[in-house]
């Protein structure tokens, strides 16, 4: 593993560093934006659009798709440099992070020309906003038990059914669906993938709202919705291995994240917070506790430099990688579990106090870490798939 970075890997990261200093509006910036993906209002989220697009008219969208797409081009190590750049400005996630991480791979992959023309471009400018309509009341884990029907009607689709905890449907465009195009073929097997406009008619979306207040996903619902044959993305009933390029790129994206600067505030909680004569800082256990979190951050740090080192070497995923998303959110959730018991009833606060001056960080934390257990697989499947296809153990 080399840790060195290049001349150019440097320049580029002076360049964005610079970039992203002198052109991100201050007013935008979030202490944890990994909390707050989807924006509170629409005025937020149409003000990350135009930063979107202002990043991305400065070349700074799409960094490792290919050029003829619209992107940038460049290589994995460019893109670690553009997250660390991005996550240490505490800009914004995206608005259209599903479009950038997941749905425009997938159409580089499986579309058609005209597809990959009306669509790619314009996912890169934030004219179109996606988001993912795979998960089903009865279909998550077991996701090719989905039972939204698409029937064939010629030169269209019909599609009927119902999509849960879809992740800001409530400001999409469009949706990337999952369907079932064939009754009586094996589950996996009778799935279509479907690029689906939002304001089709028969389409409506209806709020789920998290503890927190935060209105992050819809219920998505889906009554005699036309869809043109052209929007059928992949080959019919091939819609699992269409959306296994799709997930590969949603894990791989959920483990990106390192929660070091989480644990640095904490520090810095725990420093000011009062406890006895003193603060919280002058109990060796709450130290203690604190140093295993950045510990634990640093092995995070370590086994994603090592899937990187794979990936450039051109190497198949090997078993660091199954582990990251794992690692990383079971990590979130423990940092979440430490930030509860310094704060106590603090925790409880979304304002901020002269005690607790960033209090809605924390209780955006404390209440909405366990998502990121669930999101994008659970924990459980993720073990059994480090059981059984990493470790090779039987499968029941
Ligand atoms: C923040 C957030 C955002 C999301 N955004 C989207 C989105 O935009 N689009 C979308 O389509 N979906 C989205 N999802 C849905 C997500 O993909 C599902 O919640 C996830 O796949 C789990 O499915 P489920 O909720 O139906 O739980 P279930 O699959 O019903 O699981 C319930 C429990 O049983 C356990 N379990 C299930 N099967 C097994 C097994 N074989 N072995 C051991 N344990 C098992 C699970 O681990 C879990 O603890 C989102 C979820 C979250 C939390």
């Given at each position: 593993m080399d840790f060195e970075y290049s001349d150019a890997e440097q320049a580029f990261r002076k360049e964005f560093r610079d970039w992203l200093a002198s052109s991100?509006?201050?007013?935008?910036?979030?202490?944890?934006?990994a909390d707050d993906r989807?924006?509170?209002?629409r005025e937020t989220f149409e003000r990350r659009r135009q930063w979107q697009k202002a990043m991305h008219a400065a070349g700074?969208?799409?960094?490792?798709?290919?050029p003829e797409y619209?992107?940038?081009?460049?290589?994995l190590i460019e893109r670690v440099i553009w997250d660390e750049e991005y996550q240490a400005a505490r800009?914004?996630?995206?608005?259209g992070q599903m479009g950038l991480s997941l749905v425009g791979p997938t159409i580089i992959h499986w579309g058609t020309d005209e597809q990959k023309r009306r669509h790619l471009p314009a996912i890169l400018a934030a004219d179109e906003v996606w988001c993912q309509g795979f998960s089903e009341p009865g279909a998550g884990?077991?996701?090719?038990?989905?039972?939204t029907r698409a029937v064939d009607r010629g030169d269209h689709f019909v599609v009927n059914g119902q999509k849960v905890w879809t992740s800001g449907a409530q400001y999409a465009h469009w949706i990337i669906l999952l369907v079932r195009t064939?009754?009586?073929?094996p589950k996996h097997r009778g799935i279509s993938c479907l690029l689906v406009?939002?304001?089709?008619?028969?389409v409506s979306v209806r709020p789920l709202v998290l503890?927190?207040?935060?209105?992050?996903f819809n219920e998505v619902f889906f009554s005699d919705v036309v869809v043109p044959?052209?929007?059928?993305?992949?080959?019919?009933?091939q819609g699992w291995k269409v959306s296994t390029t799709t997930l590969m790129h949603e894990r791989h994206s959920s483990g990106a994240r390192n929660p070091i600067g989480q644990v640095t505030a904490l520090i810095a909680l725990a420093r000011r917070l009062p406890r006895?004569?003193?603060?919280?800082?002058?109990?060796p256990r709450v130290r203690q506790r604190l140093a295993q979190l950045v510990i634990e951050c640093e092995t995070l740090k370590y086994t994603r430099l090592r899937s990187l080192t794979r990936q450039l070497r051109g190497e198949p995923p090997g078993p660091e990688g199954s582990v990251l998303k794992l690692t990383g959110s079971e990590l979130g959730v423990r940092i979440s579990d430490a930030a509860g018991e310094l704060l106590g009833?603090?925790?409880?606060?979304n304002e901020g106090t002269?005690?607790?001056?960033?209090a809605p960080r924390w209780f955006n934390r404390v209440l909405a870490a366990r998502q990121y257990t669930i999101a994008a697989g659970t924990s459980e499947i993720q073990r059994n798939i480090i059981g059984e296809r990493v470790l090779g153990l039987p499968k029941d």
């Amino acid at each position: 593993m080399d840790f060195e970075y290049s001349d150019a890997e440097q320049a580029f990261r002076k360049e964005f560093r610079d970039w992203l200093a002198s052109s991100l509006p201050a007013d935008l910036c979030l202490d944890d934006p990994a909390d707050d993906r989807v924006a509170s209002d629409r005025e937020t989220f149409e003000r990350r659009r135009q930063w979107q697009k202002a990043m991305h008219a400065a070349g700074w969208v799409g960094i490792t798709w290919p050029p003829e797409y619209g992107g940038r081009g460049s290589g994995l190590i460019e893109r670690v440099i553009w997250d660390e750049e991005y996550q240490a400005a505490r800009a914004p996630v995206l608005p259209g992070q599903m479009g950038l991480s997941l749905v425009g791979p997938t159409i580089i992959h499986w579309g058609t020309d005209e597809q990959k023309r009306r669509h790619l471009p314009a996912i890169l400018a934030a004219d179109e906003v996606w988001c993912q309509g795979f998960s089903e009341p009865g279909a998550g884990s077991d996701l090719a038990s989905l039972r939204t029907r698409a029937v064939d009607r010629g030169d269209h689709f019909v599609v009927n059914g119902q999509k849960v905890w879809t992740s800001g449907a409530q400001y999409a465009h469009w949706i990337i669906l999952l369907v079932r195009t064939d009754l009586d073929a094996p589950k996996h097997r009778g799935i279509s993938c479907l690029l689906v406009d939002i304001k089709t008619p028969g389409v409506s979306v209806r709020p789920l709202v998290l503890m927190t207040g935060h209105h992050h996903f819809n219920e998505v619902f889906f009554s005699d919705v036309v869809v043109p044959k052209a929007n059928l993305l992949g080959p019919v009933n091939q819609g699992w291995k269409v959306s296994t390029t799709t997930l590969m790129h949603e894990r791989h994206s959920s483990g990106a994240r390192n929660p070091i600067g989480q644990v640095t505030a904490l520090i810095a909680l725990a420093r000011r917070l009062p406890r006895g004569a003193g603060t919280a800082w002058d109990d060796p256990r709450v130290r203690q506790r604190l140093a295993q979190l950045v510990i634990e951050c640093e092995t995070l740090k370590y086994t994603r430099l090592r899937s990187l080192t794979r990936q450039l070497r051109g190497e198949p995923p090997g078993p660091e990688g199954s582990v990251l998303k794992l690692t990383g959110s079971e990590l979130g959730v423990r940092i979440s579990d430490a930030a509860g018991e310094l704060l106590g009833v603090h925790a409880l606060l979304n304002e901020g106090t002269e005690t607790v001056p960033d209090a809605p960080r924390w209780f955006n934390r404390v209440l909405a870490a366990r998502q990121y257990t669930i999101a994008a697989g659970t924990s459980e499947i993720q073990r059994n798939i480090i059981g059984e296809r990493v470790l090779g153990l039987p499968k029941d």
